[in-house]
């Protein structure tokens, strides 16, 4: 079945800096990745996703891209706010959400 | 708009005990999963349903039992407890997408369940 790994585990970055997540997975017919936060004592919340006719996708200071030859993608957060701190997860799948695998999570925290 | 409700939102119970856990959504939704997250292993697919009826396995169902008695209501069950499936539980409901087959997941806030 599909594998998701997702690093870093920890991220900290500096308030205004960039922050990175990758993720990389082992199903070359997996065709939807979508990016999950999860706030403390909350459930994820859908950020963006992507499918695997696009390569990259932006929605203001948050952009994923994909690169279905190397079988990764990333998470990309420009200009940090305190409020962007939480834990970020990854998933890949490849027909429906009954198949979808997630990253073990990147917990990242914005210092102001 | 609740959303994604579940209920209790914390349960402690020793070994052997029996409990279930309610999932309600009001979005119409006909999708409903119930996933646990334990530290370092992200989110894993327990039982999942495609609707009122109907209930299927997913990645980790031993231990489990569902029912989808109501399109609105899913509910996880755990017959006879044990320490290893203290873990934090979360439900989530998904629309019917088109053609694509994947649609955005909604989650509740979860139950945090521990067995001594």
């Known amino acids: 079945g599909e594998n998701v790994e997702q690093h870093p585990s920890t991220l900290s970055v500096q308030e205004g800096d960039s922050a990175v997540i990758k993720c990389t997975y082992s199903?070359?017919?997996?065709?939807?990745f979508p990016w999950y936060k999860q706030e403390l004592g909350k459930g994820p919340q859908l950020i963006i996703d992507?499918?695997?006719?696009?390569g990259e996708k932006k929605d203001q200071r948050i952009a994923v891209t994909l690169n279905k030859t190397a079988k990764h993608f990333s998470l990309h957060i420009t200009e940090t706010q305190p409020e962007d701190s939480a834990v970020y997860f990854c998933?890949?799948?490849?027909?429906?959400?009954?198949?979808?695998?997630f990253g073990a999570g990147t917990r990242l925290t914005v210092k102001p | 708009n609740a959303g994604v409700t579940q209920t209790p939102k914390f349960r402690v119970l020793k070994t052997g005990q029996s409990m279930t856990l309610l999932c309600a959504q009001d979005?119409?939704?006909?999708?409903m999963y119930w996933y646990r997250q334990d530290p370092g292993m992200g989110l894993r697919l327990i039982h999942y349903?495609?609707?009122?009826?109907?209930?299927a396995k997913g990645e980790v169902p031993d231990g489990y039992n569902v029912s989808r008695l109501k399109k609105q209501n899913f509910l996880l069950g755990l017959e006879s407890a044990a320490p290893s499936q203290t873990s934090v539980y979360f439900c989530?409901?998904?629309?019917?997408?088109?053609?694509?087959?994947?649609?955005?997941?909604?989650f509740g806030n979860g139950t945090r369940l521990t067995v001594t």
């Open positions: 989530a409901s998904s629309y019917l997408e088109g053609t694509t087959h994947n649609s955005p997941l909604h």
């Open positions: 199903d070359s017919a997996s065709n939807y």
């Open positions: 992507i499918r695997s006719n696009v």
């Open positions: 998933a890949a799948s490849i027909y429906n959400n009954n198949d979808m695998r």
């Open positions: 979005m119409n939704h006909e999708y």
């Open positions: 349903s495609v609707g009122e009826g109907t209930t």
